[in-house]
């Protein structure tokens, strides 16, 4: 079965400091996808990055930075000198590719809350 | 261009009755989905589509009915509506199974 685990609920950080939210998920597929969506306020989620499971390469877009690291099922996400719009809840999510629905697992979220 | 949209942002219904959630998409993808998010229980899939003409269900299907005619619209109804479905839907979409879903803004819906 497809799990997501995010443990930290809520995180509190001062502008410009940097800010790891963890992610490990579960599943029995050798091909999968692991997603991070971001709701701000607003409540809309906006996808952010795609990893696919055989693509163990980190990346990095602006201020935002993904790990991947597949020996311990983990796909955590890093906001460094996290801004004021940084404030939203973050998604990790799973999706296996053996499943003909596609359908996405997500975790619980982590609030996140910069303050100026 | 739109891409994918939701109506209505909001709605205020009661307890019985028939509630119709609709969900557009502009980029002709196979696939589309509902999902109802809840707090403490996350984003939860209610009903799926591959293509026009085929639905099915997801984690929390029931009390809900669907369809899909035409390849853009997936409408969403909660045929008896009851105060456990007060919830935020979110209709997605993605070009084929395995592609990234993207989401539409969300319907709140509350219950009475």
């Known amino acids: 079965a497809q799990k997501v685990t995010q443990a930290q609920t809520e995180i509190s950080v001062v502008e410009k400091e940097d800010v790891t939210l963890d992610c490990v998920y579960e599943?029995?597929?050798?091909?999968?996808?692991l997603f991070w969506y971001k709701q701000p306020p607003s409540g809309e989620l906006v996808f952010l990055i795609r990893?696919?499971?055989?693509?163990?390469q980190n990346e990095i877009s602006g201020r935002y930075s993904w790990n991947f690291q597949k020996s311990t099922s983990s796909f955590n996400f890093t906001i460094t000198a996290s801004q004021v719009v940084d404030s939203a809840v973050y998604f990790c999510?799973?999706?296996?590719?053996?499943?003909?629905?596609?359908?996405?697992?997500f975790g619980k979220g982590n609030q996140v809350v910069v303050i100026p | 261009d739109a891409g994918i949209t939701q109506s209505p942002r909001y709605k205020i219904t009661e307890t019985g009755r028939q509630v119709t959630l609709m969900c557009h998409q502009t980029?002709?993808?196979?696939?589309m989905f509902w999902y109802r998010q809840d707090l403490g229980h996350g984003l939860r899939l209610i009903y799926y589509?591959?293509?026009?003409?085929?639905?099915d269900k997801g984690e929390v299907p029931d009390g809900y009915v669907v369809s899909r005619s035409k390849t853009e619209n997936f409408p969403l109804t909660l045929e008896s509506a009851t105060r456990s479905q007060t919830s935020v839907y979110f209709c997605?979409?993605?070009?084929?199974?395995?592609?990234?879903?993207?989401f539409g803004p969300g319907t709140r819906l509350l219950v009475l």
């Open positions: 997605a979409s993605s070009e084929n199974r395995r592609e990234t879903q993207y």
């Open positions: 599943t029995r597929d050798t091909t999968y996808y």
């Open positions: 990893r696919n499971s055989f693509d163990e």
């Open positions: 999510a799973l999706s296996e590719a053996s499943r003909g629905n596609n359908r996405l697992a």
């Open positions: 980029w002709s993808h196979s696939y």
């Open positions: 589509s591959a293509a026009a003409d085929i639905t």
